[in-house]
């Protein structure tokens, strides 16, 4: 019975040291696929980036400020194989929506300044640029091609695991999300609301009104005080009625407005401290009350 049983072990034994092979060899095959996708992707891949992170806001206090604007941002090529980059601009302006527009000229040699003025944003926009005020926003879309002619894009990959297939765009959600990318697929900027001017100290009313009668279906008022943000808005029904409070000794009042589905149904007032009553907004109201 002993030496069965030791039989058996030193089978097992063997049997491990057969399996440790195998696995060691499956490990070096899989690190090898790894080190062959990166070596793939350092030679098909169109990697462009922003060399600093692109501005998400536009810091100005003022019309004349915003229409004289300018932002310039630095583009980088790592792998140096991008021949090519251009770019498309959306916006919302006022609440209305533009679709993208070719802006700028082909960017042939790298690294690159960028230069977007909101003069040249409102020509490729077609509009004018005193149409431009405080809430719009602006998104843009970049297209690179490497020197093999892949055109890599601001559209995602869409991996399907059902059937191992992919479609869509050659970008990985990682790669167009990851903030330290310093992404040049998929960026924008937007006007943020002015501060209130004046004595705003006492109590903000603020009247909603849902004309359905099902709540303000996602958008919502948010009401900034010296940083320090909160969110208002009509849970459910066809109105509600917030009074925020502003503190003696504030120093910063900002008010802003966000969508959301079915802006059609939303409107609301504001009756300031002294009284004073702004809007109504809406339907489809700015996103700022100033």
């Not at 696995?23 to 169109?46: H, M, Q, W, Y």
């Not at 922003?50 to 300018?70: M, N, R």
């Not at 879309?141 to 020197?147: E, F, K, R, V």
């Not at 479609?167 to 998929?186: C, H, I, K, P, W």
Request: glycine fraction near 8%.
């Amino acid at each position: 019975m002993k030496y069965i049983n030791l039989f058996y072990h030193k089978s097992n034994v063997v049997m491990l040291a057969l399996v440790s092979v195998f696995v060691i060899t499956i490990t070096a095959s899989c690190e090898d696929d790894e080190k062959n996708r990166f070596n793939d992707f350092s030679k098909d891949g169109a990697f462009v980036r922003f060399e600093k992170a692109f501005p998400t806001v536009l810091g100005v206090s003022t019309l004349d400020e915003i229409q004289s604007s300018v932002i310039t941002a630095t583009i980088e090529t790592p792998e140096n194989n991008v021949v090519s980059y251009t770019l498309k601009v959306s916006a919302s302006i006022a609440g209305t929506t533009i679709e993208p527009m070719d802006i700028g000229s082909e960017i042939t040699s790298f690294p690159a300044t960028l230069t977007l003025s909101l003069t040249d944003i409102a020509s490729a926009l077609n509009i004018e640029v005193t149409d431009i005020g405080f809430g719009d926003t602006f998104s843009f879309s970049g297209t690179a091609t490497n020197d093999k002619g892949i055109v890599y894009t601001s559209e995602r990959l869409d991996f399907d695991t059902d059937t191992n297939t992919a479609s869509g765009g050659n970008n990985t959600d990682d790669l167009l999300d990851e903030v330290g990318y310093r992404n040049a697929f998929e960026f924008g900027f937007a006007i943020p609301c002015p501060q209130e001017t004046g004595d705003f100290v006492g109590d903000w009313v603020f009247d909603m009104a849902d004309s359905f009668g099902d709540g303000w279906d996602g958008a919502f008022v948010t009401v900034d005080i010296d940083g320090v943000t909160t969110d208002y808005t009509v849970d459910g029904g066809f109105g509600q009625m917030h009074t925020v409070t502003i503190p003696s000794g504030t120093q910063r009042l900002v008010i802003s407005y966000t969508r959301g589905s079915f802006e059609e149904e939303h409107t609301y007032t504001v009756t300031k401290p002294d009284g004073t009553v702004l809007g109504p907004f809406g339907p489809n109201p700015a996103l700022c009350i100033n």
